[in-house]
């Protein structure tokens, strides 16, 4: 299960990425991948838990993997997604540095759920 919600965010930025390159094949096969593993979740009891690991796992991954994609800086912030508008509000020049950072914290959350045994 653990497994299942790290790599979900994962493949939305493999979709993401390829689609906003052109490539829609490739696109539609991470697309095919990423709706069968959410649908998984269907056949599992999540605790709220599980829900704090995702979004944990969201944050630190899906920008980095999307930027890999797109063969931007690895912690550039990009203008479109409101989380990348408001990181470029708040930290205005330090945009990717406050990135780094939140991705560091976020890390530390998910070594800590584990410390902890919630997950």
Do not use: E
């Not at 605790?47 to 931007?72: G, H, M, P």
């Amino acid at each position: 299960m653990i497994a299942i919600i790290a790599i979900l965010p994962i493949l939305g930025a493999l979709m993401d990425g390829f689609y906003d390159t052109g490539k829609k094949l490739t696109a539609s096969i991470f697309k095919t991948l990423f709706l069968g593993v959410a649908a998984s979740f269907l056949l599992f009891d999540l605790s709220v838990w599980y829900v704090v690991y995702l979004a944990l796992c969201w944050w630190i991954s899906f920008d980095i993997t999307y930027n890999i994609v797109r063969k931007q800086k690895l912690f550039y912030v990009g203008t479109t997604k409101w989380t990348d508008k408001l990181l470029r509000k708040i930290a205005r020049d330090n945009a990717s540095h406050i990135s780094w950072i939140t991705k560091l914290i976020a890390a530390a959350g998910v070594f800590a759920l584990f410390y902890t045994g919630r997950l």
